[in-house]
């Protein structure tokens, strides 16, 4: 063996045995409340972990800014040069996000208390993670003012959390959150605390930090936390941030700092390169917004202290323009509404997303996820969790360019989500479509098990619409996951794979590789449309052959949905539709939605004998109290048949205007609709024969083909086969 191998493999056996005994001797001093018992387990186990794979979680070389920390303080994204510059800087072009991160301290939190954010959550206490956010709202106000009020707020809520006997009752978000907030306050206020205030900070970080690497790590001795290896679910990343921030707070002075800090880089990049190009989340705009920000979070420190930069990446990159065509029109703005709510997703972000946006846009110079922040943050609707970032992350020199000359209709092709508007306006039509894989295409072919999928509902070819400021067709919210509590379709009274329990099961769908997919999407100055294929995510008892689902939007306001079903024997199908407001049959055909001062025509074209019904459903959890009243509209052919059609045509319109007439047609022996609004006609032929599942149904006669094209978008998927 070389020489400089051979003091390289010694200087890593001394590394490793000098960590046995720094665990071994800690084991000893268990702070405050905390278990003897269960804490000594816990750490002998990490003791044989790290015994025996060690070796393998050190870093291979020490990166060079980690090696050149030599105990300073701070250096959690501030240094003490960058300190002195964010003092001048809110006296100038931060002076406004200062003020407004300052009032909100002094106005609601100067007062408060950790036990004020208390609430009855013995399964997962998730209320300390208010306690683990609020401790840096109160540090960094310190720095930027040498307040002592602020200091002594701060050290309030770090000594109180040090308190508490758990940090979470198992290794997950509210530990991750404490881990986070009070090792940037460790760091930041470094030498406000006294020698014996930071042992016991440290020591406390070093024990959290220890039994979470432990749940991160699925070892034979070791059965890891569900979340260890669910690269594409929210809670792995807000924990392995908060990991990585104790071991940088606390190399130097810990020594397996250096392995937490290894581990949560390791599995940072696995997430990276398990996130498709469009920038799409599965979890939903609520989801979204809190893992992004703990991803963001550590990317920048991974970038200041390990000289690694990880932004170059197209779901970085791309969404900004998620957050953005997931917004809700202005109209809607208030409190607890700005997005679609997707998924387990309420109408709102949970985190931000202000702060996460303006990252987004000094990254990338993206103007438009600059104004996206801008506009949220004035109308009330971006939370303040980690607002002071907006001192961090915000580049003034990227200006804010709105929306307005951006394509109104979007397509992010791995999650297979397309969103329609009017226009940009504040009381804008919106229609938001979706079908693909519960993960995206790039997930389902890369992982044999279910990544984080949870959060997902049993969904596919489901859409929601909203217009003049109205919630119409609505989503079931964050309940059990049944695709009947969806704008989709049930067949022999079956609804999708995954669906059926609290949490989505994905491993049902990943086993076969079942894949959904829009098959075609296009954009023009007089039509969107899109093909979404459902057949192959039905179980097999189903007997379900063809699920085409065609969303054609005439601009700016008509929606014709149709639906091509085909089953190996004669077969039910219930196509539902979920509302907001109140709903009446008008004509033998036709039913009005009336939501305010907004209302919705339905014109049931096909089929031509159908039964229907008007009733309520209960999305509800079988964990918890949530429940969630879904009006609902039922559509059944009167017959069993093997092949179906659903032709309806949705109008939305301010109460006093007109609706379209639409009637049946047929031309060249071809059905279609002859629909007349205001001075307006389309003619509109459908081919329910043709070849090809990903070509058009339909051809516009009344009017020539348009030349200029927006977005033209086609795949195919594998013909079905004999089950």
Aim: hydrophobic share 40%; with cysteine.
């Amino acid at each position: 063996m070389p020489k400089h191998e051979g003091k390289k493999a010694i200087s890593t056996i001394l590394k490793v045995s000098l960590l046995l005994v720094i665990i071994i001797s800690v084991m000893a001093v268990l702070y405050y409340k905390v278990s003897e018992m269960v804490a000594q387990r816990q750490l002998e186990g990490y003791a044989r972990a790290v015994f025996k794979y060690g070796k393998d979680l050190l870093f291979k070389e020490v990166p060079e800014p980690l090696s050149k920390l030599n105990g300073t303080h701070p250096r959690l994204y501030l240094t003490n040069e960058r300190v002195q510059e964010l003092r001048t800087l809110i006296k100038g072009p931060l002076k406004e996000l200062w003020l407004r991160e300052k009032s909100w301290i002094d106005e609601y939190w100067l007062d408060k208390k950790p036990s004020d954010v208390y609430y009855n959550d013995p399964e997962e206490m998730l209320w300390q993670r208010r306690v683990g956010n609020m401790i840096p709202h109160y540090a960094l106000c310190y720095l930027m003012t040498q307040n002592e009020t602020y200091l002594k707020k701060a050290k309030e809520w770090v000594f109180t959390a040090l308190g508490y006997t758990r940090w979470g009752p198992t290794p997950d978000l509210a530990k991750a959150h404490l881990l986070y907030g009070i090792s940037l306050a460790y760091d930041w206020l470094y030498y406000n605390f006294t020698p014996q205030e930071r042992e016991m900070i440290r020591n406390r970080l070093a024990m959290e930090a220890r039994i979470m690497f432990l749940a991160s790590l699925k070892t034979e001795e070791y059965k890891a936390e569900w979340w260890y290896d669910d690269y594409l679910q929210n809670h792995l990343w807000e924990n392995m941030c908060g990991l990585a921030t104790a071991g940088f707070a606390l190399y130097g002075e810990v020594p397996d700092a250096e392995i937490w800090i290894n581990q949560a880089d390791t599995k940072f990049r696995k997430i990276l390169d398990s996130l498709g190009d469009d920038g799409a989340s599965h979890e939903g705009v609520s989801y979204w917004s809190y893992g992004t920000e703990y991803l963001l979070k550590y990317l920048d420190l991974a970038r200041q202290l390990l000289g690694r930069d990880y932004f170059n990446n197209s779901w970085l990159k791309n969404t900004a323009y998620y957050r953005l065509y997931l917004a809700l029109p202005q109209a809607f703005w208030k409190e607890g509404m700005s997005c679609i709510d997707f998924a387990d997703s309420p109408r709102r972000d949970n985190y931000g997303p202000s702060y996460h946006l303006r990252k987004l846009a000094a990254e990338y110079n993206n103007t438009y996820a600059q104004w996206l922040a801008e506009a949220l943050e004035k109308a009330g609707l971006s939370e303040p969790k980690a607002s002071w970032l907006n001192l961090l992350w915000y580049d003034p020199s990227v200006p804010a360019t709105p929306p307005t000359d951006l394509p109104t209709m979007k397509h992010f092709n791995n999650m297979d989500i397309v969103v329609m508007r009017s226009d940009w306006s504040g009381d804008a039509t919106l229609l938001a479509f979706k079908c693909g894989p519960f993960i995206g295409h790039e997930a389902l072919e890369k992982f044999d098990y279910d990544p984080g999928g949870g959060h997902v509902h049993p969904d596919v070819n489901h859409f929601v619409l909203v217009s003049h400021g109205k919630w119409l067709i609505i989503d079931d919210g964050y309940s059990d996951k049944r695709t009947n509590q969806h704008n989709t379709i049930l067949v022999n009274g079956m609804g999708q794979l995954g669906g059926g329990s609290i949490w989505f099961r994905g491993n049902i769908v990943i086993k076969d590789k079942r894949k959904s997919a829009i098959i075609r999407a296009e954009s023009n100055p007089v039509f969107d449309y899109v093909i979404g294929d459902a057949y192959n995510i039905y179980p097999d008892a189903a007997g379900l052959k063809k699920f085409l689902r065609h969303v054609i939007y005439l601009k700016p306001d008509i929606f014709i949905i149709i639906d091509e079903l085909e089953t190996k024997a004669p077969s039910t199908f219930d196509w539902f539709l979920h509302y907001e407001g109140t709903l009446e049959k008008t004509t033998e055909k036709a039913f009005t939605l009336m939501n305010g001062d907004v209302n919705l025509k339905i014109d049931v074209i096909l089929p031509h004998e159908f039964d229907y019904m008007i009733y309520q459903q209960t999305a509800a959890r079988s964990e918890g109290a949530r429940k969630k009243i879904l009006p609902t509209l039922k559509l059944s052919p009167k017959q069993k048949v093997e092949q179906a059609i659903f032709l309806v045509v949705l109008h939305p319109a301010k109460i006093g205007e007109l609706h379209p007439t639409v009637t049946e047609i047929e031309e060249n022996g071809k059905p279609g609709l002859l629909i007349k609004h205001k001075d307006k006609e389309w003619k509109i032929l459908f081919d329910f024969t043709r070849p090809e599942r990903n070509s058009r149904i339909f051809e516009l006669i009344s009017e020539p083909e348009p030349t200029t094209i927006y977005y033209n978008f086609t795949r195919e998927l594998p013909p079905p086969e004999p089950r």
